[in-house]
Protein backbone atom coordinates (compact mmCIF):
# COMPACT_ATOMS: atom_id res chain seq x y z
CA UNK A 1 0.00 0.00 0.00
CA UNK A 2 2.47 2.44 0.84
CA UNK A 3 4.65 1.72 -2.62
CA UNK A 4 1.32 2.46 -4.37
CA UNK A 5 0.79 5.47 -2.64
CA UNK A 6 4.65 6.88 -3.18
CA UNK A 7 3.96 5.88 -6.75
CA UNK A 8 0.41 7.75 -6.98
CA UNK A 9 2.33 10.85 -5.38
CA UNK A 10 5.47 10.49 -7.99
CA UNK A 11 3.24 10.41 -10.95
CA UNK A 12 0.68 12.81 -10.28
CA UNK A 13 2.34 15.40 -8.24
CA UNK A 14 6.69 15.57 -8.55
CA UNK A 15 7.17 14.42 -11.99
CA UNK A 16 4.75 16.51 -13.41
CA UNK A 17 5.96 19.33 -11.35
CA UNK A 18 9.54 18.58 -12.35
CA UNK A 19 8.47 18.38 -16.08
CA UNK A 20 6.53 21.78 -16.37
CA UNK A 21 8.35 23.39 -14.16
CA UNK A 22 11.79 22.54 -16.39
CA UNK A 23 9.47 23.98 -19.46
CA UNK A 24 8.89 27.16 -17.74
CA UNK A 25 12.65 27.09 -17.55
CA UNK A 26 13.53 26.14 -20.38
CA UNK A 27 11.34 29.25 -21.71
CA UNK A 28 12.16 31.98 -19.25
CA UNK A 29 16.28 31.26 -20.16
CA UNK A 30 16.06 31.01 -24.12
CA UNK A 31 12.94 32.64 -25.11
CA UNK A 32 13.06 36.04 -22.59
CA UNK A 33 16.46 35.41 -21.77
CA UNK A 34 17.44 35.92 -25.48
CA UNK A 35 15.49 38.86 -25.70
CA UNK A 36 18.23 41.34 -24.55
CA UNK A 37 21.30 40.11 -25.46
CA UNK A 38 20.00 39.86 -29.66
CA UNK A 39 18.88 43.81 -29.29
CA UNK A 40 15.58 43.14 -29.73
CA UNK A 41 14.27 44.33 -26.44
CA UNK A 42 16.07 47.47 -26.95
CA UNK A 43 14.71 48.08 -30.59
CA UNK A 44 10.55 47.22 -29.43
CA UNK A 45 11.23 49.02 -26.02
CA UNK A 46 12.94 52.16 -26.63
CA UNK A 47 10.80 53.93 -28.73
CA UNK A 48 7.51 52.98 -26.50
CA UNK A 49 8.72 54.99 -23.77
CA UNK A 50 7.33 58.48 -24.75
CA UNK A 51 4.31 59.82 -26.61
CA UNK A 52 5.29 60.67 -30.22
CA UNK A 53 8.85 58.59 -30.46
CA UNK A 54 6.83 55.72 -32.35
CA UNK A 55 3.68 55.60 -34.79
CA UNK A 56 2.34 53.10 -31.71
CA UNK A 57 2.45 54.81 -29.06
CA UNK A 58 -0.80 56.53 -28.68
CA UNK A 59 -3.16 57.32 -26.17
CA UNK A 60 -4.60 54.15 -25.84
CA UNK A 61 -6.21 54.59 -22.66
CA UNK A 62 -4.84 57.60 -21.14
CA UNK A 63 -2.45 55.31 -18.59
CA UNK A 64 0.61 55.42 -19.79
CA UNK A 65 2.48 51.82 -18.83
CA UNK A 66 -0.72 50.50 -20.50
CA UNK A 67 -0.32 52.19 -23.15
CA UNK A 68 3.64 51.45 -23.54
CA UNK A 69 2.80 47.50 -22.80
CA UNK A 70 0.07 47.90 -25.83
CA UNK A 71 2.65 50.01 -27.98
CA UNK A 72 5.38 46.97 -27.62
CA UNK A 73 2.76 44.77 -28.44
CA UNK A 74 1.98 46.47 -31.78
CA UNK A 75 5.38 47.25 -32.62
CA UNK A 76 5.70 43.27 -32.22
CA UNK A 77 3.58 41.77 -34.16
CA UNK A 78 3.86 44.67 -36.70
CA UNK A 79 7.90 43.79 -37.30
CA UNK A 80 6.70 40.14 -37.59
CA UNK A 81 3.81 41.14 -40.34
CA UNK A 82 6.07 43.51 -41.85
CA UNK A 83 8.63 40.25 -43.14
CA UNK A 84 7.83 37.03 -45.01
CA UNK A 85 9.64 34.46 -43.12
CA UNK A 86 8.27 35.33 -39.56
CA UNK A 87 4.60 36.31 -41.06
CA UNK A 88 4.63 32.99 -42.29
CA UNK A 89 5.87 31.40 -38.75
CA UNK A 90 3.30 33.19 -37.18
CA UNK A 91 0.47 31.82 -39.48
CA UNK A 92 2.31 28.21 -39.13
CA UNK A 93 1.48 28.93 -35.42
CA UNK A 94 -2.10 30.42 -35.11
CA UNK A 95 -3.16 27.40 -37.46
CA UNK A 96 -1.55 24.43 -36.05
CA UNK A 97 -1.09 25.54 -32.73
CA UNK A 98 -4.85 26.03 -32.52
CA UNK A 99 -4.71 22.85 -30.50
CA UNK A 100 -3.81 24.38 -27.73
CA UNK A 101 -6.88 26.41 -27.49
CA UNK A 102 -9.39 23.30 -28.12
CA UNK A 103 -7.21 21.33 -25.62
CA UNK A 104 -8.06 24.35 -23.37
CA UNK A 105 -11.95 24.63 -24.35
CA UNK A 106 -12.33 20.69 -24.33
CA UNK A 107 -10.96 19.93 -21.05
CA UNK A 108 -12.28 23.33 -19.49
CA UNK A 109 -15.98 22.15 -20.84
CA UNK A 110 -16.46 19.10 -18.78
CA UNK A 111 -18.02 18.55 -15.71
CA UNK A 112 -16.96 18.39 -12.85
CA UNK A 113 -13.80 20.68 -13.48
CA UNK A 114 -12.59 23.55 -10.67
CA UNK A 115 -12.53 27.53 -11.12
CA UNK A 116 -8.77 27.39 -12.06
CA UNK A 117 -9.15 25.50 -15.27
CA UNK A 118 -12.90 26.32 -16.44
CA UNK A 119 -12.18 29.58 -18.52
CA UNK A 120 -10.74 29.10 -22.15
CA UNK A 121 -11.31 33.13 -22.63
CA UNK A 122 -9.64 33.91 -19.18
CA UNK A 123 -6.57 31.72 -19.83
CA UNK A 124 -5.80 32.77 -22.95
CA UNK A 125 -6.08 36.23 -22.17
CA UNK A 126 -2.98 35.52 -19.92
CA UNK A 127 -1.51 33.99 -22.99
CA UNK A 128 -1.38 37.38 -24.44
CA UNK A 129 -0.02 39.01 -21.61
CA UNK A 130 2.85 36.41 -20.66
CA UNK A 131 2.58 34.32 -23.67
CA UNK A 132 1.66 30.82 -24.31
CA UNK A 133 5.30 29.81 -23.40
CA UNK A 134 3.96 30.78 -19.67
CA UNK A 135 0.39 29.54 -19.64
CA UNK A 136 0.48 26.19 -21.48
CA UNK A 137 3.26 24.51 -18.81
CA UNK A 138 0.79 26.03 -15.70
CA UNK A 139 -2.24 24.96 -16.96
CA UNK A 140 -1.18 21.09 -18.06
CA UNK A 141 0.75 21.20 -14.69
CA UNK A 142 -2.80 21.85 -12.96
CA UNK A 143 -4.35 19.66 -15.19
CA UNK A 144 -2.44 16.73 -14.27
CA UNK A 145 -2.56 17.61 -10.49
CA UNK A 146 -6.30 17.84 -10.28
CA UNK A 147 -6.31 14.42 -12.35
CA UNK A 148 -8.46 16.26 -14.68
CA UNK A 149 -6.86 13.45 -17.51
CA UNK A 150 -9.06 10.65 -16.06
CA UNK A 151 -12.37 12.44 -16.56
CA UNK A 152 -14.55 10.34 -18.94
CA UNK A 153 -17.15 13.17 -19.57
CA UNK A 154 -18.68 13.60 -23.04
CA UNK A 155 -18.48 16.76 -23.75
CA UNK A 156 -22.47 18.44 -25.14
CA UNK A 157 -23.83 19.59 -27.84
CA UNK A 158 -24.24 23.16 -26.54
CA UNK A 159 -20.25 23.03 -25.73
CA UNK A 160 -18.91 21.91 -28.78
CA UNK A 161 -20.84 24.83 -30.35
CA UNK A 162 -19.20 27.33 -27.89
CA UNK A 163 -15.71 25.83 -28.56
CA UNK A 164 -16.09 26.25 -32.45
CA UNK A 165 -17.87 29.40 -31.69
CA UNK A 166 -15.33 31.18 -29.65
CA UNK A 167 -12.24 30.03 -31.23
CA UNK A 168 -13.19 29.80 -35.20
CA UNK A 169 -15.47 32.65 -35.08
CA UNK A 170 -14.55 34.86 -32.56
CA UNK A 171 -10.70 34.37 -32.59
CA UNK A 172 -10.63 33.50 -36.13
CA UNK A 173 -12.08 37.10 -37.34
CA UNK A 174 -9.90 39.52 -35.67
CA UNK A 175 -6.74 36.91 -36.70
CA UNK A 176 -7.44 37.11 -40.49
CA UNK A 177 -8.19 40.91 -40.06
CA UNK A 178 -4.83 41.03 -38.61
CA UNK A 179 -2.89 38.81 -41.32
CA UNK A 180 -4.40 40.14 -44.26
CA UNK A 181 -5.41 44.14 -43.42
CA UNK A 182 -2.18 44.91 -41.01
CA UNK A 183 -2.32 48.21 -39.11
CA UNK A 184 -2.48 49.46 -36.06
CA UNK A 185 -6.24 49.01 -35.12
CA UNK A 186 -6.46 45.66 -36.18
CA UNK A 187 -3.30 44.61 -34.08
CA UNK A 188 -4.48 46.10 -31.04
CA UNK A 189 -7.89 44.10 -31.82
CA UNK A 190 -5.96 41.60 -32.10
CA UNK A 191 -4.44 41.16 -28.57
CA UNK A 192 -7.80 41.20 -26.99
CA UNK A 193 -9.18 38.41 -29.08
CA UNK A 194 -9.97 36.28 -26.26
CA UNK A 195 -12.53 39.05 -25.81
CA UNK A 196 -14.09 38.66 -29.24
CA UNK A 197 -14.27 34.98 -28.39
CA UNK A 198 -16.31 35.63 -25.37
CA UNK A 199 -18.62 37.95 -27.27
CA UNK A 200 -18.66 35.10 -30.12
CA UNK A 201 -19.96 33.13 -27.14
CA UNK A 202 -22.68 35.85 -26.07
CA UNK A 203 -24.31 35.63 -29.46
CA UNK A 204 -24.61 32.15 -29.95
CA UNK A 205 -25.88 31.87 -26.70
CA UNK A 206 -28.40 34.22 -28.33
CA UNK A 207 -28.78 32.70 -31.06
CA UNK A 208 -28.44 28.94 -29.86
CA UNK A 209 -29.69 28.04 -26.33
CA UNK A 210 -29.07 25.25 -24.50
CA UNK A 211 -30.60 22.30 -26.06
CA UNK A 212 -31.55 19.82 -22.99
CA UNK A 213 -31.88 16.67 -24.80
CA UNK A 214 -30.85 13.23 -23.70
CA UNK A 215 -28.85 13.43 -27.48
CA UNK A 216 -27.13 16.49 -26.42
CA UNK A 217 -24.04 14.68 -25.25
CA UNK A 218 -23.76 12.03 -28.30
CA UNK A 219 -23.93 15.13 -30.49
CA UNK A 220 -21.36 17.30 -28.86
CA UNK A 221 -19.36 14.15 -28.92
CA UNK A 222 -19.60 13.86 -32.73
CA UNK A 223 -18.72 17.74 -33.19
CA UNK A 224 -15.64 17.34 -31.58
CA UNK A 225 -14.53 14.70 -33.51
CA UNK A 226 -15.15 16.20 -36.73
CA UNK A 227 -13.34 19.26 -35.34
CA UNK A 228 -10.23 17.50 -34.28
CA UNK A 229 -10.17 15.57 -37.34
CA UNK A 230 -10.53 18.43 -39.25
CA UNK A 231 -7.66 20.47 -37.61
CA UNK A 232 -5.35 17.27 -37.53
CA UNK A 233 -5.84 17.28 -41.51
CA UNK A 234 -5.36 20.98 -41.86
CA UNK A 235 -2.31 21.19 -40.05
CA UNK A 236 -0.47 18.23 -41.48
CA UNK A 237 -1.58 19.13 -45.09
CA UNK A 238 0.02 22.99 -44.22
CA UNK A 239 3.09 21.70 -42.59
CA UNK A 240 3.90 19.68 -45.61
CA UNK A 241 3.18 22.23 -47.80
CA UNK A 242 5.91 24.89 -46.01
CA UNK A 243 8.16 21.96 -45.98
CA UNK A 244 7.86 21.34 -49.41
CA UNK A 245 7.83 24.79 -50.42
CA UNK A 246 11.43 24.71 -49.18
CA UNK A 247 12.54 22.45 -51.60
CA UNK A 248 14.70 20.47 -49.57
CA UNK A 249 16.76 24.20 -47.93
CA UNK A 250 17.97 22.43 -44.76
CA UNK A 251 19.29 25.74 -43.38
CA UNK A 252 15.68 27.21 -44.00
CA UNK A 253 14.12 24.37 -42.61
CA UNK A 254 16.03 24.76 -39.19
CA UNK A 255 15.79 28.38 -39.55
CA UNK A 256 12.11 28.29 -39.75
CA UNK A 257 11.28 24.93 -37.02
CA UNK A 258 14.05 24.84 -34.71
CA UNK A 259 14.13 27.08 -32.00
CA UNK A 260 18.09 28.41 -31.43
CA UNK A 261 19.86 28.39 -27.89
CA UNK A 262 21.97 31.19 -28.74
CA UNK A 263 20.67 34.52 -29.22
CA UNK A 264 20.04 36.01 -32.59
CA UNK A 265 23.54 38.10 -33.40
CA UNK A 266 22.27 41.81 -32.93
CA UNK A 267 22.95 42.57 -36.51
CA UNK A 268 20.41 40.60 -38.49
CA UNK A 269 17.72 42.09 -39.35
CA UNK A 270 14.09 42.83 -36.80
CA UNK A 271 12.38 39.61 -38.66
CA UNK A 272 14.60 37.55 -37.35
CA UNK A 273 14.56 38.19 -33.82
CA UNK A 274 10.78 37.93 -33.34
CA UNK A 275 11.09 34.79 -35.42
CA UNK A 276 12.75 32.87 -32.54
CA UNK A 277 10.20 34.49 -29.90
CA UNK A 278 7.02 33.03 -32.06
CA UNK A 279 9.40 29.70 -32.08
CA UNK A 280 10.13 29.33 -28.37
CA UNK A 281 6.51 30.32 -27.49
CA UNK A 282 4.66 27.90 -30.06
CA UNK A 283 7.46 24.74 -29.32
CA UNK A 284 6.74 25.20 -25.48
CA UNK A 285 3.10 25.64 -25.77
CA UNK A 286 3.09 22.37 -27.75
CA UNK A 287 5.28 20.01 -26.16
CA UNK A 288 3.25 21.03 -22.54
CA UNK A 289 -0.05 19.57 -24.37
CA UNK A 290 2.27 16.39 -25.61
CA UNK A 291 3.91 15.34 -21.95
CA UNK A 292 -0.07 16.52 -20.59
CA UNK A 293 -1.30 13.87 -22.69
CA UNK A 294 1.11 11.05 -22.09
CA UNK A 295 -0.98 10.58 -18.53
CA UNK A 296 -3.60 9.97 -21.04
CA UNK A 297 -1.90 6.34 -21.36
CA UNK A 298 -3.05 3.26 -19.31
CA UNK A 299 0.04 1.84 -19.50
CA UNK A 300 4.05 2.20 -19.62
CA UNK A 301 3.98 0.59 -23.22
CA UNK A 302 1.23 3.11 -24.45
CA UNK A 303 3.31 6.15 -23.01
CA UNK A 304 6.46 4.56 -25.24
CA UNK A 305 3.93 4.36 -28.08
CA UNK A 306 2.97 7.86 -27.56
CA UNK A 307 6.48 9.13 -27.07
CA UNK A 308 7.91 7.12 -30.30
CA UNK A 309 4.42 8.78 -32.18
CA UNK A 310 5.52 11.77 -31.15
CA UNK A 311 9.26 11.61 -32.19
CA UNK A 312 8.56 10.24 -35.36
CA UNK A 313 5.16 12.02 -36.25
CA UNK A 314 5.88 15.67 -35.60
CA UNK A 315 8.61 16.58 -38.29
CA UNK A 316 6.12 14.54 -41.17
CA UNK A 317 2.94 15.59 -39.79
CA UNK A 318 4.18 18.73 -37.96
CA UNK A 319 4.18 19.04 -34.04
CA UNK A 320 0.32 20.31 -33.60
CA UNK A 321 -0.79 17.74 -35.91
CA UNK A 322 0.55 15.69 -34.08
CA UNK A 323 -0.68 16.14 -30.69
CA UNK A 324 -4.35 16.64 -32.14
CA UNK A 325 -4.04 13.23 -33.55
CA UNK A 326 -3.32 12.22 -29.63
CA UNK A 327 -6.13 14.35 -28.48
CA UNK A 328 -8.06 12.65 -31.21
CA UNK A 329 -7.64 9.06 -30.29
CA UNK A 330 -7.96 9.91 -26.62
CA UNK A 331 -11.60 11.77 -27.11
CA UNK A 332 -12.54 8.43 -29.61
CA UNK A 333 -12.20 6.18 -27.05
CA UNK A 334 -14.59 7.61 -24.86
Avoid at 95 to 117: K, P, V
Wanted: glycine share 8%.
Amino acid sequence: MTTGIKSFQFQDHVLPFLLFSSLLAVGGKYMFGNVEPSGLGDAINEPCKALGTSPFKLAYTGINEVDTGICILVSFFHETISDPLPKQQLIYYLSTGLIMGIFIGMESSRNHRGASITSLVAWLLMGQVISMAGVMPLYCLLFVFKKAYRQRTRISQTQAESIIASLVIGGGISTIAMINLPNTATIVVWQLYPVCMALAELIRRFIRPSLPTSKASDSGHKIIQVLLLAHLVGSALYHMTIVWSFKGDLELLKLFFIPSLAPVDPAERMGLKVLELLKWDYAIGVVAIMAATLWFASSARQVLGLLAFYVFGSPILGPGAATTAVVFWRETGL
